[in-house]
């Protein structure tokens, strides 16, 4: 009973390829993310969705989009790969209200490596 | 702006010995704090919070706890298991519901 999955965990691709990452959350939270970690596991976020909108998109190239079908799956798609997003992608997802403490949930990564 | 500062790693101590891996925050209002671990190969996953001062989280014989006056939520374990060894990202919660993570401390232990 996964609670945050994604798909696939290990993806080797050539540059100039477009691939999506998929993630799918069944804890019925409203907030999906998307966060990517570099080698020195620096934690960055990327996207942010709420109830299928999206409310933060950090300064990330325009490659990458963000697609949410409905608010349990946000998909990750990137066009035209680069050697530098070669990275863990993880999805999250968290329940946005007043309740204190609500945490954020991760899904257990996805590797991309461009070649 | 709101964020978190942690220690830099990494982290190299003997089985048994007493860890502490300092955290502190800058937020307006009354945040939530949180430590995550990263063990290799996998995601994030919570290992204890606190969501308002005075309050001790605990799992797994970690601690840590929230200090408002010195806004600090450093972790400490009395003594480390070799199983220990991950990465550990301080984190909070904003009111306006925003996660800020610090850098990660990766901890190795050695028997």
């Known amino acids: 009973d996964t609670a945050v999955s994604q798909t696939p965990k290990y993806l080797v691709t050539q540059m100039g390829n477009d691939k999506s990452i998929k993630c799918e959350q069944n804890?019925?939270?409203?907030?999906m993310y998307w966060y990517k970690q570099d080698s020195k596991k620096f934690l960055k976020i990327m996207f942010s969705y709420n109830n299928k909108e999206l409310i933060i998109n950090e300064t990330v190239p325009n490659r990458f989009s963000p697609k949410s079908p409905d608010k349990a799956h946000l998909n990750l798609h990137i066009n035209s790969l680069e050697l530098g997003d070669s990275a863990v992608y993880f999805c999250a997802s968290s329940q946005v209200g007043m309740k204190p403490g609500n945490t954020i949930y991760f899904g257990e990564g996805s590797w991309l490596t461009v070649v | 702006g709101d964020s978190v500062t942690q220690m830099e790693g990494p982290v190299t101590l003997s089985e048994e010995a007493f860890l502490t891996i300092n955290c502190t925050y800058t937020?307006?209002?009354?945040?939530?704090l949180f430590w995550y671990v990263q063990y290799p190969g996998e995601g994030l996953q919570l290992l204890l919070k606190?969501?308002?001062?005075?309050d001790k989280g605990s799992n797994k014989g970690f601690e840590a706890t929230y200090r408002k006056e010195t806004t600090s939520f450093h972790l400490e374990k009395g003594s480390v298991q070799v199983s220990d060894s991950a990465v550990y990202f301080c984190?909070?919660?904003?009111?306006?519901?925003?996660?800020?993570f610090g850098t990660g401390t990766s901890l190795t232990v050695i028997p």
């Open positions: 937020a307006t209002g009354y945040p939530s």
């Open positions: 984190a909070l919660r904003t009111t306006g519901n925003q996660f800020y």
């Open positions: 804890l019925g939270h409203d907030t």
């Open positions: 606190a969501t308002k001062a005075d």
